[in-house]
């Protein structure tokens, strides 16, 4: 079984568009996190979610909203697609929110034409 | 704020090459220590942690100390394997912090 799993795992889309990436934990962790990687592999967190509250937000435009509608589901939305916002997209999720192993999923290649 | 430096790669080896990747870190309190694995067109795996200082986190061969001394975390392995070409992410966790990552070091084992 899949730990963490996201959806899509690829996504091409043109810019101005709105596409959302799904995310679900089946650990039953109470911390979930949005990462993304940009090309040269760096790897910068989002967001993080504590049992559905935002607790980390860092510098993200507004175009970028999460919603966790339940702690197993931490979904990411984004609107008006820009080039800049290519990259591969992690979510993540861990027992707490400090010390313990973080759980990533596969990641989702968003490429923005 | 806290932040974690590694080496820059890329790091070439012929198989069964002796493999350091360094990793020093900057942080208040003491943080636990991370490295995770990415494979090419994959996510990222736990390779080992470590959660307080002078505890020694290894699997699959690799191996790093938590040296609050030198503020490192050096990655080790004795005789790496083409299998271990990746990018290797030296990581750091503290209360109320999501992981901070370094930069990446890219591995590339040849035949």
């Known amino acids: 079984d899949t730990a963490v799993s996201q959806t899509p795992k690829y996504l091409v889309t043109q810019m101005g568009n709105d596409k959302s990436i799904k995310c679900e934990q089946n650990?039953?962790?109470?911390?979930m996190y949005w990462y993304k990687q940009d090309s040269k592999k760096f790897l910068k967190i989002m967001f993080s979610y504590n049992n559905k509250e935002l607790i980390i937000n860092e510098t993200v435009p507004n175009r970028f909203s999460p919603k966790s509608p339940d702690k197993a589901h931490l979904n990411l939305h984004i609107n008006s697609l820009e080039l800049g916002d290519s990259a591969v997209y992690f979510c993540?999720?861990?027992?707490?929110?400090?010390?313990?192993?973080?759980?990533f999923g596969e990641g989702s290649w968003l490429t923005v034409v | 704020g806290d932040s974690v430096t590694q080496m820059e790669g890329p790091v070439t080896l012929s198989e069964e090459a002796f493999l350091t990747i360094n990793c020093t870190y900057t942080?208040?309190?003491?943080?636990?220590l991370f490295w995770y694995v990415q494979y090419p067109g994959e996510g990222l795996q736990l390779l080992l942690k470590a959660t307080k200082a002078d505890d020694k986190g290894s699997n699959k061969g690799f191996e790093a100390t938590y040296r609050k001394e030198t503020t490192s975390f050096h990655l080790e392995k004795g005789s790496v394997q083409v299998s271990d070409s990746a990018v290797y992410f030296c990581a750091l966790n503290q209360a109320g912090t999501a992981l901070i990552f370094g930069k990446g070091t890219t591995l590339s084992v040849s035949s």
């Open positions: 993540a999720s861990s027992p707490e929110s400090s010390g313990n192993t973080i759980y």
């Open positions: 942080a208040t309190g003491y943080p636990s």
């Open positions: 650990l039953g962790h109470d911390t």
